[in-house]
């Protein structure tokens, strides 16, 4: 019942930037919790970073100091904002929202994944 759409990844040097974002078409994100997670060749899913109903954020340790989650509730959009990216970070983000709140569209979320390609 809910859908979740990923756009913003791409091709980007070291130490550049960029944001990603997650829509979804309900209004989802002030009542649970998001996460974004990546996925590079050949290695598991990881999570990089959630953020609460709350707005309370976590980052994992490879992100901390580089990497923001955030939210527009208004837009219905949680964004990752991506700062000196490094190549290590190359991946496929996910973002993920297991939605308690309204129970009507209760569910485990998923969108489809951008690229995020870092490469000189």
């Known amino acids: 019942q809910v859908q979740l759409v990923e756009s913003g990844g791409g091709l980007v040097q070291p130490g550049g930037s960029l944001r990603l974002a997650c829509a979804a078409s309900?209004?989802?994100?002030?009542?649970?919790?998001v996460g974004w997670y990546r996925q590079a060749p050949g290695k598991q899913r990881e999570l990089v970073a959630t953020i609460t109903g709350g707005r309370k954020t976590n980052y994992a340790d490879s992100v901390k100091g580089r990497f923001t989650i955030s939210r527009d509730d208004a837009k219905n959009i949680v964004y990752l904002q991506m700062n000196n990216l490094r190549p290590e970070d190359t991946a496929v983000y996910s973002c993920?929202?297991?939605?308690?709140?309204?129970?009507?569209?209760?569910?485990?979320?998923w969108g489809q994944g951008t690229q995020v390609t870092v490469s000189s």
């Open positions: 993920n929202c297991n939605v308690a709140v309204p129970f009507r569209l209760r569910g485990d979320y």
């Open positions: 309900g209004s989802i994100f002030s009542s649970n919790a």
